[in-house]
């Protein structure tokens, strides 16, 4: 097995430049640590721990702390149970067409109105509650704040975080310095542990695009490491780590109903991801991966692959500064953000809304509204009858002058 990875997942020629092999970069005694492949290993178990730490965090600090904010859940209407339409609902379609409402009308017993009344309903009790859109939000901006920390406090003494030619310089015999390791193993566990809860986190409008993200980290940053781009890796860590903790902050206050603060946090986060992500990312650390490279070494396969990757992170960029100046449009003309732009799916219009009584039998419910009929046209009625004879008290008064 050891020979097959050797000869061909570990050919020198897709991972260092021209002119260098493996043995140029092995350990040696008073040269500092080189990067391993092994060493990403430890991510697998480590991505584990981040997802059990998850739920301590969020039995424990999460939850406790959405209470003190304020944070309320909405009250769900509950469904009858029908043995059909939950079958129906689970195994064939959320949103049945109109035909199937007629038929499945027929089966149960019910009218149109209250097969589609039901699956609206049943949308809603799928629909993830404040509390545990508040809860992921918290995680993820605690695990970002500290990350951006540490990250800036070991980067901001390097050379080359101020001077980004100093990334090549010495390339590929660059010793790897204990900070960065534990940054990139932290990292490279945590974006595992995201892509493994994927399926059970609150899923928005952007869930394809997500997922291609997280792969496209794991990859690029996993790559990188083999590849000893860790120079460049941690300064693009840092890019992304610096906006991303602003973006839950203003979610937990959101989802709390701080609106203002909520608000000033958006603000804050799309100047601070829109030069980030669409200034220095591209002018610095693409330009400096892409361009500057080269006066150092000769491409190869990884550089074409590793530019690929960060390509790919750029273009995810765009969609999401696209998503984010619709909602500073939103705030500028109309005076506030009314929903994040990536919301869950079930936020759309088609459900029930914030304050939609549940609905009762069609019987009792066309007793209800036609009594509400009657009481309105008589009403009218009456107002007719008042201003009748207000007008002709009006015109009776004024005949004697007439004459």
């Known amino acids: 097995m050891q020979a097959v990875l050797d000869e061909w997942l570990w050919q020198q020629e897709y991972w260092l430049p021209p002119g260098v092999s493996w043995r140029d970069i092995e350990t040696k005694e008073g040269e500092g640590h080189y990067p391993l492949p092994q060493d990403l290993l430890y991510t697998l178990p480590l991505a584990l721990g981040f997802i059990a730490l998850r739920h301590v965090f969020e039995r424990f600090i999460a939850i406790p702390l959405s209470r003190q904010l304020g944070v309320k859940d909405r009250i769900q209407f509950q469904n009858p149970f029908s043995p059909k339409l939950e079958s129906f609902y689970r195994h064939s379609n959320r949103q049945p ?27 809603n009790q799928d629909r993830p509650s404040n509390t545990k859109k508040f809860c992921e939000a918290c995680w993820r901006f605690v695990f970002y704040l500290v990350a951006f920390t540490v990250g800036l406090a070991s980067l901001v003494h390097t050379p080359w975080f101020w001077d980004h030619r100093q990334c090549w310089e010495g390339y590929p015999k660059q010793p790897l310095e204990e900070a960065h390791y534990w940054y990139y193993i932290m990292e490279l566990g945590f974006y595992w542990s995201l892509l493994l809860c994927v399926s059970v986190d609150v899923k928005r409008k952007d869930f394809k695009e997500q997922v291609i993200h997280h792969i496209a980290t794991i990859f690029l940053m996993g790559f990188s490491y083999c590849a000893n781009y860790v120079r460049v890796g941690t300064l693009v860590m840092l890019v992304h780590d610096s906006s991303d903790f602003l973006l839950e902050s203003a979610k937990m206050f959101n989802y709390a109903g701080w609106r203002k ?43 074409y692959f590793f530019n690929a990757l960060l390509l790919l ?3 995810l ?12 449009y939103k705030f500028v003309f109309l005076g506030k953000v009314e929903r994040d732009e990536r919301s869950d799916e079930e936020s ?36 007719c009858v ?17 004459r």
């Not at 986060?269 to 591209?282: H, K, M």
């Not at 209800?368 to 309105?376: D, E, L, T, V, W």
């Open 97 to 123: 067409t109109q035909i199937e409402v007629v038929g499945l009308g027929k089966q149960c017993g019910l009218s149109e109105r209250q097969i589609q009344t039901w699956f609206r309903h049943r949308r």
């Open 261 to 303: 603060t909520c608000d000033t946090l958006f603000v804050i986060f799309a100047l601070t991801f829109l030069v980030t992500r669409l200034v220095v990312f591209p002018n610095r650390v693409v330009h400096t991966t892409l361009v500057v490279s080269r006066d150092f070494f000769q491409p190869f396969f990884g550089y």
């Open 313 to 315: 992170l750029q273009a």
């Open 317 to 328: 960029h765009i969609f999401w500064a696209y998503l984010i100046l619709r909602m500073v």
């Open 348 to 383: 759309e219009g088609d459900d029930l809304e914030e304050g939609e009584e549940p609905e009762e039998e069609e019987g009792s419910s066309w007793e209800q509204r036609k009594g509400a009929i009657n009481s309105k046209l008589a009403s009218l009625a009456n107002n």
């Open 386 to 402: 008042l201003s009748n004879l207000t007008n002709q008290r009006s015109m009776n008064s004024r005949l004697p002058k007439a």
